[in-house]
């Protein structure tokens, strides 16, 4: 793997085998002192155009207990200020000498330009409303922990503005690639003018669809990218696709909640929710160091960097993820039971 630029780089086995580093990284992550020498000398540079709190923290956290060496670029205090081109700016900090770029841009298709002109790995980390790779990543790595190894058969609802979300796009082929059944829940006017090639079920309820789902991800509505306005009121939004208490007391007591965060408490999601037992939106940001650790080591680990399990002293365990319950085989059973009744409701 060259870069990462997009969930299509990664069929069903690379995705699981990053997600089994990653869950090596996360034992890492609980250690007193969480550092490992796996990338000592390597640098990587977070070129964020956007502004980021998780995702930009979460790759510099995670480069720097690789022991990489971590460059911040701030485009406020940079040249790009004087009319400075992208290609200038990264090709300028390419000439330092670095290994690795986390770019973050509102126009899509980025990081693939920057990919062709430097030789330096590049992770996408946003571009417009294109993809986010590694969000993906780390949700199915979440639902993983809790689902048991294989999704294949979960039933996971995407919820909210659709249109312009990066996540929902790379979640998507993720969740699918990985055997799981998407259903996209939004207003028409907040999906998408074709779904022509997309994987998934449309609804445009989302009430008669909660006993049925293994988890549910809400997103926010994407304000700063809307042109013009795609629904009457936040309040009626609200009030008809919001995860309100009322709704989430609909879902199976095993279901789980998601948020990629940022959230707006009160508009896609109920507060008193989003702090509920169920919701993993807070252990999402924690296994995304892990996820991010894992996309690191697989593309700068090159031979000179040693074996992973070595680098660790030998402390990680190999056999992949189990989930924390020990419910994940009695899930799984569960799900085909209910992929079944739905396929024979279908026929």
């Given at each position: 793997m060259r870069h990462l630029l997009s969930i299509a780089d990664l069929d069903r086995a690379g995705i699981e085998e990053l997600l089994d580093l990653a869950e090596s990284f996360r034992e890492v992550t609980q250690r007193d002192i969480p550092k490992v020498p796996a990338l000592r000398g390597k640098v990587v540079v977070s070129l964020f155009y956007e502004d980021s709190t998780r995702t930009r923290l979460s790759f510099e956290t995670a480069a720097k207990r690789l022991s990489c060496d971590v460059m911040a670029f701030s485009v406020a205090s940079s040249s790009v200020k004087k009319g400075e081109s992208l290609r200038d700016t990264v090709q300028t900090i390419e000439a330092m000498g670095i290994d690795a770029v986390v770019v973050r841009h509102q126009a899509a298709g980025t990081p693939h330009r920057i990919a062709g002109w430097i030789d330096a790995h590049v992770i996408n980390a946003g571009d417009g409303a294109r993809e986010h790779p590694t969000q993906a990543l780390l949700d199915v790595f979440t639902l993983r922990r809790h689902l048991g190894p294989s999704l294949e058969g979960a039933h996971v609802a995407i919820v909210g503005d659709i249109l312009h979300s990066r996540v929902a796009r790379s979640d998507v082929?993720?969740?699918?690639?990985?055997?799981?059944?998407?259903?996209?829940?939004?207003?028409?006017?907040?999906?998408?003018?074709?779904?022509?090639?997309?994987?998934?079920?449309?609804?445009?309820?989302?009430?008669?669809?909660?006993?049925?789902?293994?988890?549910?991800?809400?997103?926010?509505?994407?304000?700063?990218?809307?042109?013009?306005?795609?629904?009457?009121?936040?309040?009626?939004?609200?009030?008809?696709?919001?995860?309100?208490?009322?709704?989430?007391?609909?879902?199976?007591?095993?279901?789980?909640?998601?948020?990629?965060?940022?959230m707006n408490r009160g508009v896609e999601i109920a507060a008193e929710v989003a702090e509920s037992p169920r919701s993993v939106i807070l252990e999402q940001v924690t296994n995304g160091v892990a996820v991010r650790m894992a996309v690191l080591y697989r593309l700068l680990g090159g031979p000179d960097v040693p074996d992973v399990s070595e680098a660790q002293d030998g402390l990680i365990a190999q056999d992949g993820p189990e989930a924390p319950d020990g419910n994940g085989a009695r899930r799984a059973r569960d799900r085909q039971d209910r992929q079944d009744q739905h396929d024979g409701r279908d026929g």
């Open positions: 082929r993720a969740l699918t690639t990985l055997g799981a059944r998407v259903t996209l829940v939004a207003p028409p006017t907040l999906l998408p003018a074709s779904l022509a090639g997309w994987p998934v079920e449309v609804r445009h309820d989302l009430d008669d669809l909660l006993p049925d789902l293994d988890a549910i991800s809400m997103l926010r509505i994407q304000r700063e990218r809307q042109e013009r306005a795609l629904f009457p009121s936040l309040r009626e939004y609200s009030g008809r696709f919001g995860l309100t208490v009322e709704r989430a007391a609909r879902l199976r007591p095993d279901a789980l909640i998601l948020h990629p965060g940022p």
